[in-house]
T-cell receptor, first 115, second 116 residues
């Protein structure tokens, strides 16, 4: 089946630093990837849609300058949390749209802790 | 705008028994996909079952089956012979077909506890 990886799985950083999270589709090419944020015991909140070779589409209320998304190849999308603050601490999940465009395949998630 | 509602924040089931998780949705589209995902403590999202709206037959995957009522916009998940490993958060999701956006709309989730 389609496999999506995320790296790192956990990251702890100091306030004010930037953190990059990678999302890779391992066995298929994904023109579209998605970035979600999940708070404890809550549902997934879509942050943005990442399209290969073009600018990401951000959901309302998500700061594009804060959460930089780059989808430079058909197998890699990155999310950079710039100038991270404690309120950015969360679980970030990526997904990739399958070839048939009728299902998303999810990565294992990244837990970000900002001190 | 489409919405997905899971009215049961938490459910419990005795091991080996059957439990049904409810999901309703609102859409004006005729063609779409519906999904049930399981999120165990590891937090990896695992696809349990999917249903294409144009198919009248309810999807089944081993112990998991759905009751898809298109007119009522209802998509419940039945878990038979519940096992301890079924304990997790379950999310219902909707995706419009051929939309060009392919975004999922998730429900708020139902936490399933399985009692030994």
């Amino acid at each position: 089946g389609a496999v999506v990886s995320q790296h790192p799985s956990r990251v702890i950083c100091k306030s004010g630093t930037s953190v990059k999270i990678e999302c890779r589709s391992l066995d298929f090419q994904a023109t579209t990837m998605f970035w979600y944020r999940q708070f404890p015991k809550k549902s997934l909140m879509l942050m943005a849609t990442s399209n290969e070779g073009s600018k990401a589409t951000y959901e309302q209320g998500v700061e594009k300058d804060k959460f930089l998304i780059n989808h430079a190849s058909l197998t890699l999308s990155t999310l950079t949390v710039t100038s991270a603050h404690p309120e950015d601490s969360s679980f970030y999940i990526c997904s990739a749209l399958g070839l048939a465009s009728n299902e998303q395949f999810f990565g294992p998630g990244t837990r970000l802790t900002v001190l | 705008a489409q919405t997905v509602t899971q009215s049961q924040p938490e459910m419990s089931v005795q091991e080996a028994e059957t439990v049904t998780l409810s999901c309703t949705y609102d859409t004006s589209e005729s063609d779409y996909y519906l999904f049930w995902y399981k999120q165990p403590p590891s937090r990896q999202m695992i696809l349990v079952i999917r249903q294409e709206a144009y198919k009248q037959q309810n999807a089944t995957e081993n112990r998991f089956s759905v009751n898809f009522q298109k007119a009522a916009k209802s998509f419940s998940l039945k878990i038979s012979d519940s096992q301890l490993g079924d304990a997790a958060m379950y999310f219902c999701a909707y995706m419009r077909s051929g939309s060009g956006t392919y975004k999922y709309i998730f429900g708020t989730g139902t936490r399933l506890k399985v009692l030994a």
